[in-house]
């Protein structure tokens, strides 16, 4: 089942991001709070979590 997942809190000074790397691939098991993707702004890599555990 899909489930949304939000990035994470730009600094203040930061517009917008690019999903740079996805850390982990479709169908493969995550626990919560392991990194799934990296998103790239102008000024800094930011780290998306999995929320919870899943698939």
Known sequence: MP???KSPTFP???ADGT???WVKKEGEPVKQDEVIAEIETDKVVLEVVAPFDGV
Do not use: F, G, M, T
Request: glycine fraction near 0%; hydrophobic fraction near 55%; charge should be negative.
């Open 12 to 14: 203040e000074s930061v």
């Open 19 to 21: 999903i740079a790397n």
């Open 3 to 5: 489930i949304e997942i």
